[in-house]
C-alpha cells in the first residue's frame, strides 16, 4: 500500500516536472541518433562533430542531445521514439539501417522534424541528406590503381546497400582506368563498426595479397592492420584518421556535415523547415578530401587534385560512359553521365568486378 | 574461385589469434558458472580490461604490465559484481547487466585520451629451433606469450576442477550452495574468489583485443565478444575443453570465411556470414547430447540464514 502511494506520487511528481520543463521550453532542441559510438575516430565521429558545431554555432539558444550505439532495428525505433518524446524539436538519424524507424516515428510525431543521413524515405516532416561519397572514392580508386603493386586491391565493405556498392564501383572504375591489370577482392563484413572484425579482414585481405585497403566500415582497426603488416596503403573513411599519416593513410574521405547541420537547425528556428532530398558532393564542401601525403608521388598527386578540381566545377562526373555492367550489357553510352536515380538505388556490379553481390 | 591464395599455414595461425579473446573470457566465466554465479557482466569487464591494459601499456612503454593491470581493472570491476549478489544479496542477472551497461561507460570515459594512439608492440614468443619447424613452427610455435597463457590457464583449469581438492568446492558451491555450506564451506568466499578470477580473464581478454588483436583503442570495441564468450560456456556444457574447442571453432570459421570471401567462392555471402555461429552452435549442441547439465545453483542467491 505504501509503496503504491509512493509510487503514484513519484509519477505525479515527475509528470509535473515536465510539464513544467515543457512550458518553459523556448531553447530549440537538437537529437541525434549515432550508430556507433562517439570516440569511433570515422563515421559517428564526424556526425558528432556537426553536433558540437551547432552547440558552438547557436550557444545558449539550442540544446542538444545524442544517443550512440544505437543498433539498427527494433531498438532504433525506440530511441527515436524516446528522444521525440523527450522534446527534441529536430532529429538527425544518422544510418541508413535507421530507414524504416524513422519513417514510423515522424508518422506519429507530425510537429517534430526528421532528418534521416543516406536514405530514400521522406514524409512532409522527414527530409533526407547525403553525400556524394562516390566522388571521394573515384579520386581513391585513382591512387589505389597507381600506388599498387601487387595489382590487387583490398576492399572491406559493410552492407551490399546501394551507398556501398556505389563506392566500390567509382573506386574500381577509376582504378582500371590507370591500372588495366586491377583486381579487387572484396569481403563484405556485414558490420558497421566491429573493430575486431574488420582486423581480421583487412588481414585476410593482407594475406592474399593486397597492397592497398579501401574499407566502407567506420572504425580505425583496417589502418592498424596494415600499419602492422607494413607496406600496405590505406585511406581515412569518413573522418580523416590523420593519426595514420603519413603512411599506411596516404589519403581520405572526410564527411564534413557541420554547415548541414547548422543550416538545418537555423531553418527549423526560423520556422522554414521543408523537407528535401539533400544529395550534396565536393562542390558544396560536405565531402572533402585529406591531405594526400607524401607517401603518394607527386605526380599521382597532381592527377588526384586534378580530378577533384574538376568534379567540384562539375566538369567531370565519375561515372561517365562508356561503362558496362558486370553482366556485358550496357550502362553509360560514350559521354553520358550516370543520372541520379540510378546512382540511389545502384545494385549492379559495373564489368571487370569478380564475385556477386550478396542479395 | 582462387582456393590457392588462402595461405593454411596464415590461416591456422591467425585463427588461433582471433580465438584468445573469447578463449580467455570464456574459460574465465566457466569458473564463475561453476561456483553457481551467473555474472552477465563479461562484455563490460573484457572492455574495462581493453582500456586499462592499453592505457598502462601506452604509459609504461610495457605491454606485460598492461596486460598485468587488464586483469586487476576486469576483477576490479567484478568485485563490484560481488559485492552486490554475494552480499547485498542482489539479482544476478540485473547485477550483470548492470555491470555491462556500467563497464562499457566506464571505458569510454577513462579512453578518451587514448583514441588514435598506438600501443607498444607484444612481442612475439619466437622459442629458437621449434618456431623454425616448416608449417607447425609457425603454426604453433610462433605466437605472443599470451596465447599459450591462455592455453595454460585452460588446462590449469580443467586440472584444478577435475582433480584437486579446491576444484571439488568449487564445484560443490556450485551445484548445492546449501549443502556445501552445512558442510562447512565458505560459500560467499569461495565465490568471491571464483568472480575475481572470472573478472581478471575477462579483462586479459579485452587487453589482448586493443593491444594485439587490432591494435588500438576504439570505444565499444569489443563489440559483443563477452556475450559470445558467454553463451559458449553454455554450449560447452560448463566443460574447459570443450570451451577451447568452441572458441577455436568460432575464431577460426570467422578468420577462414573472411579468407574464402577475399578469395571468391561461390557460396553466398550471407551463408559464409552467420557460419561461425552456426557451426559452433552445431557442434557443440551435438556433443553436448550426453546430458550435462548446468551447475544445480547458478544464479540462484544464497544466504546462509536460509
Known amino acids: ?359 | 574461385m582462387d582456393l590457392s591464395s588462402i595461405n593454411p599455414v596464415l590461416l591456422l595461425a591467425s585463427l588461433i589469434a582471433a580465438s584468445t579473446p573469447i578463449l580467455l573470457a570464456a574459460i574465465g566465466e566457466l569458473v564463475v558458472e561453476r561456483a553457481g554465479v551467473l555474472n552477465l557482466g563479461v562484455e563490460g569487464m573484457m572492455i574495462t580490461g581493453a582500456i586499462c591494459g592499453f592505457a598502462i601499456a601506452v604509459n609504461t612503454g610495457s605491454p606485460f604490465a598492461g596486460f598485468v593491470m587488464a586483469a586487476l581493472g576486469g576483477a576490479a570491476l567484478s568485485l563490484l559484481f560481488a559485492a552486490l549478489t554475494q552480499i547485498a544479496l542482489a539479482n544476478h542477472v540485473a547485477s550483470g547487466l548492470a555491470l555491462t551497461l556500467f563497464g562499457l561507460g566506464l571505458s569510454s570515459l577513462l579512453g578518451q585520451g587514448y583514441v588514435g594512439i598506438k600501443p607498444p608492440p607484444t612481442p612475439k614468443l619466437d622459442i629458437p629451433l621449434l618456431s623454425d619447424i616448416p608449417i607447425l613452427g609457425p603454426v604453433l610455435f610462433s605466437h605472443d606469450l599470451m596465447v599459450y597463457l591462455a592455453l595454460a590457464l585452460v588446462a590449469a583449469v580443467w586440472g584444478m576442477l577435475k582433480y584437486t581438492r579446491a576444484g571439488l568446492i568449487l564445484r560443490a558451491v556450485g551445484e548445492n550452495h546449501d549443502a556445501a555450506h552445512a558442510l562447512g564451506y565458505k560459500v560467499v568466499r569461495v565465490r568471491v574468489l571464483a568472480i575475481a578470477f572470472g573478472g581478471a580473464c575477462a579483462g586479459l581478454g579485452g587487453a589482448y583485443l586493443s593491444l594485439v588483436r587490432v591494435p588500438q583503442w576504439t570505444e565499444g570495441m569489443t563489440a559483443g565478444v563477452g556475450w559470445i564468450a558467454l553463451a559458449l560456456v553454455v554450449f560447452a556444457s560448463w566443460k574447459a575443453g570443450r570451451v577451447l574447442l568452441g572458441a577455436w571453432l568460432f575464431g577460426g570459421v570467422s578468420v577462414l570465411q573472411l579468407n574464402l570471401q577475399a578469395a571468391g567462392v561461390a557460396v553466398p555471402v550471407e551463408y559464409l556470414s552467420m557460419s561461425p555461429y552456426l557451426v559452433t552452435i552445431l557442434v557443440l549442441v551435438i556433443m553436448s547430447a550426453d546430458k550435462s547439465r548446468a551447475p544445480g545453483s547458478l544464479g540462484r542467491i544464497f544466504h546462509a540464514s536460509q
Open chain 1, 1 to 359: 500500500m505504501t509503496l503504491k502511494t509512493l509510487l503514484t506520487g513519484a509519477v505525479l511528481a515527475l509528470g509535473l516536472t515536465s510539464t513544467i520543463a515543457l512550458a518553459q521550453d523556448d531553447k530549440t532542441k537538437v537529437g541525434f541518433i549515432y550508430v556507433g559510438p562517439i570516440g569511433d575516430g570515422g563515421w559517428t565521429y564526424e556526425h558528432d562533430k556537426g553536433r558540437l558545431a551547432i552547440e558552438e554555432h547557436f550557444g545558449d539558444k539550442v540544446e542538444t542531445i545524442y544517443r550512440e550505439s544505437v543498433s539498427e532495428g527494433a531498438d532504433a525505433s525506440r530511441a527515436i521514439t524516446q528522444m521525440a518524446l523527450s522534446g527534441a524539436d529536430l532529429i538527425f538519424t544518422t544510418s541508413f539501417g535507421f530507414m524504416d524507424a524513422t519513417v514510423s516515428v515522424a508518422e506519429k510525431f507530425p510537429d517534430v522534424k526528421f532528418e534521416h543521413a543516406t536514405g530514400y524515405k521522406t514524409a512532409p516532416n522527414l527530409a533526407t541528406y547525403s553525400a556524394r561519397f562516390y566522388e571521394g572514392r573515384a579520386i581513391q580508386g585513382h591512387i589505389a590503381g597507381k600506388m599498387t603493386k601487387s595489382n590487387i586491391v583490398g576492399y572491406i565493405a559493410s552492407y551490399p546497400i546501394p551507398e556501398v556498392i556505389r563506392g566500390i564501383n567509382a573506386a574500381f572504375i577509376h582504378a582500371r582506368k590507370v591500372n588495366p591489370d586491377v583486381q579487387f577482392k572484396i569481403i563484405w563484413a556485414y558490420t558497421w563498426f566491429d573493430p575486431a572484425k574488420e582486423a581480421d579482414a583487412a588481414t585476410a585481405l593482407i594475406e592474399q595479397g593486397a597492397d592497398v585497403i579501401l574499407q566502407h566500415t567506420d572504425s580505425t582497426a583496417p589502418q592498424a592492420a596494415a600499419e602492422k603488416a607494413g607496406g600496405v596503403v590505406t585511406f581515412g573513411q569518413a573522418s580523416d584518421m590523420a593519426e595514420y599519416k603519413p603512411f599506411p593513410r596516404v589519403s581520405s574521405i572526410i564527411d564534413n556535415w557541420a554547415p548541414y547541420y547548422i543550416a538545418r537547425t537555423q531553418a527549423v528556428i526560423d520556422g522554414t523547415w521543408e523537407t528535401q532530398q539533400v544529395w550534396h558532393g565536393i562542390k558544396e564542401g560536405m565531402v572533402e578530401i585529406g591531405e594526400i601525403t607524401d607517401a603518394v608521388p607527386a605526380d599521382v598527386r597532381e592527377e588526384a587534385l586534378a580530378m577533384k578540381a574538376a568534379i567540384a566545377s562539375g566538369e567531370y562526373h565519375p561515372f561517365t560512359g562508356p561503362l558496362k555492367k558486370q553482366d556485358g550489357s550496357d550502362w553509360l553510352a560514350e559521354g553520358e553521365t550516370a543520372d541520379d536515380g540510378t546512382l540511389l538505388g545502384m545494385d549492379f556490379y559495373v564489368e571487370g568486378l569478380e564475385g556477386d553481390i550478396p542479395q
